[in-house]
């Protein structure tokens, strides 16, 4: 049974960063992308940050690129979220998960239970 769980949110104010943490058990984070999504209040789950199985490639949202990295411990089976530059729109709850391209967007099979970021103006 394949699990992902968060850590690392948290109430921050604008201007200010996070990073998240994801763990995986019953699954190996290296063979398979990893990566974020998102959901707001009142807002569909979007995608938010990929990373490549080979870690040689990042595919990021327009809304956070410049200010969030992906990144991934493959010793540790734990990927990361750095979050700098948080403004008020980023406050959401995030997901772990597996993405995959499907359609114009992207999917996952394994979700975590996600954690709270809430940013203050």
């Known amino acids: 049974q394949v699990q992902l769980v968060e850590s690392g949110g948290g109430l921050v104010q604008a201007g200010g960063s996070l990073r998240l943490a994801c763990s995986a058990s019953g699954r190996t984070f290296s063979p398979h992308s990893t990566g974020w999504f998102r959901q707001a209040p009142g807002k569909e789950r979007e995608f938010v940050a990929a990373l490549s199985w080979s870690r040689t490639t990042t595919y990021y949202a327009d809304s956070v690129k410049g200010r969030f990295t992906i990144s991934r411990d493959n010793a540790k089976n734990t990927q990361y979220l750095q979050m700098n530059n948080l403004t008020p729109a980023d406050t959401a709850i995030y997901y772990c998960?597996?993405?995959?391209?499907?359609?114009?967007?992207?999917?996952?099979?394994?979700w975590g239970q996600g954690t709270q970021v809430t940013v203050s103006s």
């Open positions: 998960a597996d993405p995959y391209p499907y359609g114009r967007g992207w999917n996952s099979d394994y």
